[in-house]
């Protein structure tokens, strides 16, 4: 930005002087945007304004439609995008009657151009200034700066509308974080993204699109215009974009027209449930999307696009889970990749650290990673300082993505850690409390284009100020070095199979009286109820079948649905009215009658061979439905480590493999339960230079047999891809990469340390007592 804009944009935010004391600082945005903009309109329309109005009195009596007007009125603009067929502009507004007739003034701008205002609320700040007295002065402050292409280019323009968005920004930090994203943070991925295109940076009449589904104010897409105009003025750069927030939207569309953009690309709703750039695909996407945010309000939207479409929609990947919906952002921009045999495209992506590593094998998270490493789409990713943003001070990355990889890219992933490239603000603006100068971008930039490896080297950065509040250690920790590194991998490296390990079930049953009597209660959720009703007014009921009395509770019930509520508040009414019903009391007891006829059959020995129990049931004649053994079964059985395994099938035509829990025994093939609660998982790296299975075999005879000799591996949890044992999962652990190992003190330092402490604690236990 040269002196000359900035002092522009200083002298037009000094119409705050005029605001102070009647407006809130953070409303004073709200009311210089607007008027800048529609200061700088008037001035471009100035030169077509007389064309444009005798068009509109001719076309008047033509009895036309709006957009039929409107289409007629812009071939008089010569060329512009808006028009006015006010008679008025702000030298012609009077004093007297200037609210009504300022608002008349703005309802004369073709569609597009008025839409702006009315998100901005326009209107009603204007009524604001009305009654505060300020509106008369403020429009004459504004008259008086002359902002017409004659005394300021389009460009130049955009660079002052720029910093007045910067300086609104700064003025509403407490909501800044929702609708702007930092300059240097801006800086940094324009120039990741921008960087590789040599014709978009050298030859003249060369066309690209940009685009950013999460558009705020427009600062990324002015940022990509901007940084190519730098380098290559020629070049013809043509912006989309989409914004959720009416406000942000209107910035943006403003900040566009200003630019000679066409500010019908600029769309205003939510771009996840409602793409309204569908058809289009883009040279450049830009995007910082809101951090952490749930899609639980339109989750049914893109979840039928999932499920109807699949890979043909955009979130044939996968979907996160509904808490984060970042990386549905991601896969809304990789579906808007223009395709590689027509150039190919490139995206940068701000997002936390949770779609790096959040999610194991097989979840939405991890099948998004997958897609996109495995398509090779990634090409880097860069780890910011903290504390970089208006509203929040987490870890956060920018993603560089791109389906025009140069050769010596493909495959591979960069990882740069600019962790400590920044500088302390020395006033902090919300959350943001640090600062990436040209100098920390170009290194990463610098490293990004080479695509060098640098083992953390160490930075020429001053050591943070401590503060000298409260008691201060004698021997303070000693900062860790200031480093930036950068390290490369292949995209495999990130991935991994998951196997499940098993181990046999083992397990004894008894026909005990105690175990028998839990059967006068239903399983969860309503055992602990029944328990409690039982002992509270089951006292006259008899385990006689004659029981007039047994499960009869109506009498009972206003205290039955009090203490529920109280106590018991997870049942559902559904579940009490089931309670309430005798027919589920007798349903219990009979089970628990029948489990006692088992028991004279059988006894109260224990045994701890469960491959017993159906021929010992079988052979006592009593008869039980599936229900009723499932229960009973349940009941009177527990998991012991010294019983025998259980078996779950013998086979008779299969070789035994006991790595897939085939064992030979007794010169049969025989397969065990698993335990459930013994279930392990293990993640195996992938190799695609060695076979799945050879991987696991070698990885389980290593890692799991030496410590379990009963366990194997569980072959029928398969990837839903692959089809192989094991489910695929990828995360990308960067913090775990660039780990510098910190030494402990030496013992005797602690020791020495620990003696000083000791011997000051006993001089003032002394002085207490003396």
């Given at each position: 930005m040269t002196q000359t804009t900035n002092n522009m944009a200083a002298y037009i935010w000094s119409l705050a002087d005029l605001l102070r004391g009647d407006f809130k600082q953070s409303q004073y945005g709200r009311i210089i945007l607007p008027f800048t903009l529609l200061r700088r309109l008037e001035g471009v329309l100035e030169q077509s304004k007389l064309t444009v109005l005798a068009k509109h009195k001719e076309i008047q009596k033509m009895n036309l439609s709006e957009e039929a007007e409107e289409k007629l009125l812009l071939r008089a603009t010569n060329g512009l995008s808006f028009f006015n067929i006010s008679q008025m502009d702000l030298s012609k507004l009077g004093e007297s009657d200037i609210k009504d007739n300022l608002e008349s003034y703005i309802q004369g701008f073709s569609k597009d151009a008025r839409e702006i205002f009315e998100y901005f609320n326009f209107s009603e700040f204007i009524g604001q200034l009305n009654d505060a007295n300020l509106l008369y002065m403020v429009v004459q402050k504004v008259r008086k700066t002359d902002l017409s292409p004659k005394a300021i280019s389009n460009h130049e323009m955009g660079l002052v509308?720029?910093?007045?968005?910067?300086?609104?920004?700064?003025?509403?930090?407490?909501?800044?974080?929702?609708?702007?994203?930092?300059?240097?943070?801006?800086?940094?991925?324009?120039?990741?993204?921008?960087?590789?295109?040599?014709?978009?940076?050298?030859?003249?009449?060369?066309?690209?699109?940009?685009?950013?589904?999460?558009?705020g104010t427009g600062g990324f897409l002015s940022s990509g215009m901007e940084y190519?105009?730098?380098?290559?003025?020629?070049?013809?750069?043509?912006?989309?974009?989409?914004?959720?927030?009416?406000?942000?939207?209107?910035?943006?569309?403003?900040?566009?027209?200003?630019k000679g953009q066409d500010v019908t690309n600029i769309k205003l709703g939510n771009t996840l449930s409602g793409d309204q750039l569908y058809a289009d695909k883009f040279d450049y996407m830009l995007s910082n999307p809101p951090f952490g945010v749930d899609w639980k309000k339109i989750e049914d939207v893109v979840k039928d696009e999932n499920t109807l479409k699949g890979y043909d929609g955009r979130f044939g990947p996968g979907l996160p889970r509904v808490s984060d919906g970042s990386l549905l952002f991601l896969l809304h921009l990789i579906s808007k990749l223009r395709d590689a045999s027509e150039g190919g495209a490139r995206i940068g992506i701000i997002l936390n650290g949770s779609p790096l590593f959040t999610g194991g094998a097989g979840s939405g998270e991890s099948e998004i990673r997958r897609y996109i490493l495995e398509a090779d789409l990634l090409e880097t990713i860069v780890a910011l300082p903290t504390d970089m943003f208006y509203n929040t001070g987490i870890a956060t990355y920018v993603w560089i993505l791109s389906n025009k990889k140069s050769k010596k890219r493909k495959g591979k992933v960069q990882l740069i850690n600019g962790v400590n490239l920044y500088g302390k603000m020395r006033k902090s603006l919300g959350s943001k409390r640090k600062v990436m100068d040209d100098k920390d971008i170009a290194t990463i930039t610098r490293c990004f284009g080479n695509f060098e490896i640098i083992d953390s080297r160490k930075l020429d950065k001053p050591i943070e100020q401590k503060t000298n509040r409260g008691r201060q250690s004698e021997n303070p920790a000693i900062e860790a070095p200031k480093t930036f590194g950068s390290k490369i991998f292949n995209y495999y490296e990130f991935g991994y199979r998951r196997i499940t390990i098993e181990r046999p079930l083992r397990e004894s049953f008894q026909f005990s009286n105690e175990r028998i009597s839990t059967l006068r209660f239903a399983p969860k959720p309503l055992n602990a109820v029944m328990k409690w009703i039982y002992e509270e007014f089951g006292q006259n009921w008899s385990d006689d079948n004659g029981c007039e009395f047994y499960g009869i509770l109506t009498e009972h019930e206003d205290c039955i649905r009090k203490t529920i509520k109280s106590n018991f508040s997870k049942l559902k009414e559904k579940q009490i009215k089931t309670l309430l019903d005798k027919k589920l009391w007798l349903t219990q007891k009979q089970f628990m009658l029948k489990a006692k006829d088992l028991q004279q059959a059988i006894g109260t020995d224990q045994f701890d061979d469960m491959n017993l129990y159906n021929d010992i049931i079988k052979a006592t004649g009593v008869q039980m439905d599936a229900k009723e053994k499932k229960q009973i079964t349940t009941a009177v059985s527990w998991k012991n480590p010294n019983a025998e395994k259980v078996i779950k099938k013998v086979h008779k035509k299969t070789k035994p493999d006991p790595v897939y829990g085939l064992f030979k025994v007794d010169g049969k093939v025989i397969e065990y339960k698993p335990d459930s609660d013994l279930r392990d998982h293990e993640n195996i790296a992938l190799d695609p230079s060695k076979s799945v299975n050879d991987l696991n075999e070698a990885y389980f005879a290593k890692e799991v047999l030496p410590h379990v000799l009963e366990a194997w591996i569980d072959a029928n949890k398969k990837d839903a891809q692959d089809g192989e044992i094991g489910i695929v999962g990828y995360e990308i652990p960067f913090n775990r990469h660039f780990y510098v190992y910190q030494p402990p003190r030496d013992l005797v330092e602690i020791d020495a340390d620990l003696d000083k402490v000791s011997a000051k604690i006993m001089e003032l236990l002394r002085e207490v007592h003396s």
């Open positions: 509308f720029e910093e007045l968005i910067r300086r609104f920004a700064e003025s509403s930090n407490e909501t800044a974080g929702e609708h702007f994203t930092p300059r240097d943070i801006v800086r940094l991925t324009t120039s990741l993204v921008f960087m590789e295109d040599d014709d978009a940076l050298t030859k003249p009449g060369i066309i690209r699109t940009i685009y950013d589904p999460t558009a190519v105009h730098e380098l290559n003025p020629r070049a013809v750069m043509r912006a989309f974009g989409q914004e959720l927030n009416p406000e942000s939207y209107a910035i943006c569309k403003g900040d566009m027209l200003i």
